[in-house]
């Protein structure tokens, strides 16, 4: 008996573009991240035209040289975005969740130290003119949300107190103003802390409240997080507090919540304390609120799964965890739209949302081969589907209970859901973690290479990552 599709809602999810512009064509892909001493001081005098024509940086971006995401690819994802039809009984495609990394990981970094143009500058050019690209690309009426990533501050890592980060979030008040409805509450915390919660009001029976995290004031990445007395420790402390209520509020309201963050947390070590505990406690208390959290950082095709935590162990009065319980939701990284590191191809991901309910039931991921477009000396990248997580893996939706089965499956011996996810022959046969990605027609080998067959004690430990049961999750 065939089960009814129901009414979807598309919205985009772009992650980790990095775009650089600096990127030259011609430049020495293997040794300088496709950038000049001409198009950017900052990578030194003895970088200039690759010495060997395979070391080249083609057009289209360069997989195998660690480099980051030239404009014209960049520009073509967007125009695909623009021009693609929905074939799946979708009620729009105006809504876009866009995961951070907006900036080429050297942009942090003046590219010229005697310039007027700084570090601050560069960063929030890229971010100003990627953004304008999405909202055209989308069209009138468009909304996109963004999360601020670890290679949006300057110098990359290092997300500072309130006063010290305005140069940032000043100016994000005003690029993101309009998606965010002028939303008073909304502009007040990202002023603040670079995060907000704002509503999005579908056709179906329950509001959307779009929760958007500053994970930077949560992660070990970030030197100041190491101090527990310095001002970005108590943003991040204030923010938990914010969340918390944001949740609990939202339960109140009767409304289905979406969670956007860039850094996920594969441990409790990869956020500082007990604030990944924190977060997942308050996951679970929303009791089904949450119907989504959408990730980037990683670049590849991942996720894990959100637990209950264990009560108060020790009588002091805090939630201890660990969080090794009932899943309650699914962490959803999505994949990089940058393709050197590791090296994969770029990828775009289309989610698809139960209309009446924000319930996920499908994610489908489109992608480009690069090696192709650039061998044959392309006009334009040829963007296809890649695969459809309900059809690649026979699942019947995208809740947490169908990747709880997924996994299940993955762990068995002899998986082909495990060979279609982590398998590849070592390279030459394309998986859906690397974005399709093999290395026939490479130019030359991958200085951070994605597909290495994941078996024996790395997939044990990779299905424990997937599963969230990692043990390494107690504090």
């Known amino acids: 008996m065939s089960i009814a599709v129901p009414t979807l809602t598309s919205i985009w999810h772009l992650t980790d573009v990095h775009v650089d512009p600096y990127y030259v064509v011609g430049s020495d892909a293997a040794n300088c991240y496709c950038e000049t001493y001409e198009s950017c001081a900052r990578i030194g005098k003895t970088c200039g035209d690759a010495h060997e024509a395979a070391l080249a940086a083609p057009p289209w971006g360069s997989s195998e040289g660690n480099c980051a995401?030239?404009?014209?690819?960049?520009?073509?994802?967007?125009?695909?975005?623009?021009?693609?039809?929905?074939?799946?009984?979708?009620?729009?495609?105006?809504?876009?969740?866009?995961?951070?990394?907006?900036?080429?990981?050297?942009?942090?970094?003046?590219?010229?130290?005697?310039?007027?143009?700084?570090?601050?500058?560069?960063?929030?050019?890229?971010?100003?003119?990627?953004?304008k690209k999405v909202k055209d690309a989308l069209g009138d009426g468009a909304r996109v949300f963004g999360v601020l990533g670890n290679h949006d501050l300057v110098p990359g890592d290092y997300c500072y107190g309130t006063s010290e980060m305005q140069w940032l979030y000043a100016n994000l008040t005003e690029i993101w103003a309009d998606d965010l409805a002028h939303d008073t509450k909304a502009l007040a915390t990202l002023v603040k802390g670079g995060y907000y919660a704002t509503d999005v009001h579908g056709s179906g029976s329950s509001d959307l409240r779009v929760v958007a995290l500053n994970t930077n004031y949560f992660s070990s990445l970030n030197p100041e997080?190491?101090?527990?007395?310095?001002?970005?420790?108590?943003?991040?402390?204030?923010?938990?507090?914010?969340?918390?209520?944001?949740?609990?509020?939202?339960?109140?309201?009767?409304?289905?919540?979406?969670?956007?963050?860039?850094?996920?947390?594969?441990?409790?070590?990869?956020?500082?304390?007990?604030?990944?505990?924190?977060?997942?406690?308050?996951?679970?208390?929303?009791?089904?609120?949450?119907?989504?959290?959408?990730?980037?950082?990683?670049?590849?095709d991942q996720w894990t799964l959100l637990?209950?935590?264990?009560?108060?162990?020790?009588?002091?009065?805090?939630?201890?965890?660990?969080?090794?319980?009932?899943?309650?939701?699914?962490?959803?990284?999505?994949?990089?739209?940058?393709?050197?590191?590791?090296?994969?191809?770029?990828?775009?991901?289309?989610?698809?949302?139960?209309?009446?309910?924000?319930?996920?039931?499908?994610?489908?991921?489109?992608?480009?081969?690069?090696?192709?477009?650039?061998?044959?000396?392309?006009?334009?990248?040829?963007?296809?589907?890649?695969?459809?997580?309900?059809?690649?893996?026979?699942?019947?939706?995208?809740?947490?209970?169908?990747?709880?089965?997924?996994?299940?499956?993955?762990?068995?011996?002899?998986s082909l859901e495990w060979e279609l996810y982590r398998g590849g022959n070592n390279g030459t046969t394309p998986n859906v973690y690397c974005s399709g990605y093999t290395n026939k027609g490479a130019p030359f080998a991958a200085k951070n290479p994605c597909t290495v067959d994941c078996l024996g004690a790395c997939k044990t430990n990779w299905i424990a990552w997937l599963n969230g049961s990692v043990a390494a999750n107690a504090n």
Request: include cysteine.
């Open 69 to 131: 995401t030239p404009v014209p690819l960049y520009e073509s994802c967007m125009d695909f975005m623009s021009s693609s039809n929905d074939d799946n009984n979708s009620t729009y495609t105006q809504l876009a969740y866009y995961t951070g990394d907006f900036t080429e990981a050297g942009a942090p970094y003046a590219c010229n130290a005697s310039s007027h143009v700084t570090a601050h500058d560069q960063v929030i050019g890229i971010i100003r003119r990627g953004w």
């Open 225 to 300: 997080m190491k101090n527990s007395s310095s001002a970005a420790y108590q943003l991040g402390l204030d923010q938990m507090v914010w969340f918390e209520q944001e949740l609990k509020d939202a339960v109140q309201r009767q409304q289905s919540v979406h969670i956007l963050g860039h850094i996920m947390s594969d441990t409790a070590n990869e956020w500082v304390d007990n604030f990944y505990i924190r977060f997942q406690r308050a996951v679970a208390l929303a009791d089904g609120a949450v119907k989504g959290l959408f990730w980037g950082h990683v670049h590849t």
């Open 307 to 414: 637990r209950t935590c264990d009560d108060d162990d020790d009588g002091d009065g805090d939630d201890d965890g660990p969080c090794l319980g009932t899943p309650t939701a699914v962490m959803l990284a999505g994949p990089s739209l940058t393709e050197g590191y590791p090296a994969t191809y770029p990828a775009v991901r289309r989610l698809d949302f139960d209309t009446e309910t924000w319930d996920l039931y499908d994610a489908t991921t489109f992608h480009t081969d690069l090696h192709d477009a650039n061998s044959k000396n392309m006009s334009s990248l040829q963007w296809e589907k890649l695969y459809s997580f309900r059809e690649h893996f026979g699942m019947p939706d995208l809740s947490t209970g169908s990747f709880s089965a997924l996994i299940e499956r993955m762990s068995e011996t002899k």
